[in-house]
């Protein structure tokens, strides 16, 4: 049986053999590891104890989990089962509903979580943990007001604990092509948009933008376009706009859309012409920083992107990146845009409430770090341990971050996040204002109300 189709009693029942303390991933007291906070874990003897686990990630992740378990299992003596699945988000709504739900529910969309504690699903964590967070994380407050939701009665409670962070503030671009030009990194946006023009100006193609992906086309795009809301607006703003108190066709949001259109709009700044920024895939649009000569200097997409640089392409050696950054002029700090997940207690017990505990330990994080693709805005963690030099810029970032904000299109409903503010973009590229565009989207989630 394939671990998608395990949910309910068939979680509960699965034994997931996880590493005996001599087989840890790092030995105990070896590494620039914080062992002191694993000695720390001792005192609470969850021994006989069962905790289950149900998350999102199958594969390498998984295997990066686990061995993050096996520290929780080696201090505390609790037998710990984690079952990943690609089809979390189905499964967990039938477990819940049945009555079978998991102890911890790793929650990759927390507009799902929402949902789950609105319906009573889910364990509100102490008032402790919220003040941890916003004590112990970078831009804490954004972390507590994310893993937040409205329970049954309506008052909002911290339901979750934020745990491995995605970056997507990040602008790439190879080293080497910056050199022979004599560009530098811009620090701020007024000094990226003149960094574009002098491109432009120097006959260089400043940016490759691409928007294709199937049936899923246009969503680079709404990355762009809530980068910018953060970087024109208020948070507060932001939060509004996701839950639709302040209506796509505000102009704040036309604002927004239109700066994404300074860059993509522009045949002189985006390979190919603005025209080909709709029919360019995505993964194939990083490509022209490393032409011979480039077809662009910079590409503006998430920490994932190095997955599809041609073969050969070293990160830190012929690409690298920085922030996409905010406005001088405007005061809203160091906002990022981003993504991850959330752990929450969907069956309560004691050792559910130790784990929740143990992510606020430093050797939660640090064994993560130490392997690869985790990020943490936990300040308290020693960044020597990342095995990436290039992960641990990234973390730079967001320890540097005001504000976080998760990737607004995934927190609105189906049929405008991942519906019409996709085709809006591929519309707004295509030559629509900017403002029909707009209307069009509110109408969608006007329709679906």
């Not at 003897?45 to 069962?50: A, C, K, P, R």
């Not at 020597?384 to 810029?393: E, H, I, M």
Request: hydrophobic share 40%.
């Amino acid at each position: 049986m394939k671990n998608a189709a395990l949910g309910g009693a068939a979680l509960l029942a699965l034994s997931v053999g996880m590493a005996p303390a001599q087989d840890l991933k790092f030995p105990v007291g070896e590494g620039d590891f914080t062992w002191s906070s694993f000695e720390a874990l001792k005192s609470m003897d969850l021994s006989g104890q069962e905790l289950t686990i149900f998350g999102p990630w199958p594969g390498p992740d998984q295997d990066n989990f686990e061995n993050v378990l096996a520290y929780f299992e080696a201090a505390t003596g609790a037998d710990v089962k984690y079952v990943g699945s690609d089809s979390f988000e189905q499964q967990i709504r039938i477990d819940t509903e049945a009555g079978s739900a998991p102890n911890i529910a790793v929650f990759p969309q927390p507009g799902l979580m929402s949902d789950l504690a609105k319906l009573g699903k889910i364990t509100p964590l102490d008032d402790s943990v919220a003040s941890w967070l916003k004590e112990n994380y970078a831009a804490g407050e954004s972390w507590v007001s994310l893993s937040s939701a409205e329970g049954p009665d309506g008052t909002r409670h911290l339901y979750g604990f934020p745990f491995k962070a995605d970056l997507k503030s990040l602008v790439w671009y190879s080293p080497e092509n910056f050199e022979d030009a004599g560009y530098e990194v811009p620090q701020t946006m007024e000094e990226l948009k003149a960094l574009t023009e002098q491109m432009a100006a120097d006959g260089v193609t400043p940016w490759c933008i691409g928007l294709g992906s199937g049936g899923a086309t246009g969503w680079p795009a709404t990355d762009w376009v809530e980068d910018l809301m953060l970087r024109l607006n208020t948070p507060q703003d932001y939060d509004d706009w996701v839950s639709n108190k302040l209506k796509f066709d505000d102009p704040k949001v036309i604002a927004a859309i239109d700066a994404f259109g300074w860059f993509a709009r522009n045949d002189d700044f985006v390979a190919g012409g603005a025209g080909a920024v709709a029919t360019t895939d995505f993964r194939d649009s990083p490509k022209g920083l490393f032409s011979s000569p480039p077809q662009c200097m910079m590409h503006r997409q998430a920490s994932f992107i190095p997955a599809f640089f041609p073969e050969g392409v070293q990160v830190g050696v012929d690409a690298d990146f920085f922030y996409f950054p905010a406005y001088a002029d405007k005061d809203l700090g160091k906002p990022v845009l981003g993504a991850g997940t959330v752990f929450s207690i969907t069956k309560d017990s004691p050792a559910a409430q130790a784990f929740i505990k143990f992510l606020e330990s430093p050797i939660a994080h640090e064994v993560w770090m130490a392997q690869k693709g985790f990020l943490t805005p936990y300040k308290g963690v020693n960044t020597a341990v990342f095995s990436d030099p290039t992960l641990g810029k990234m973390n730079d970032i967001l320890l540097n971050a005001t504000t976080f904000r998760f990737d607004g299109s995934d927190l609105m409903p189906g049929g405008v996040g991942a519906g019409s503010f996709w085709t809006g973009m591929v519309d707004y590229v295509g030559g629509e204002s900017a403002a029909d565009v707009a209307k069009a989207i509110q109408d969608s989630w006007d329709a679906l109300k």
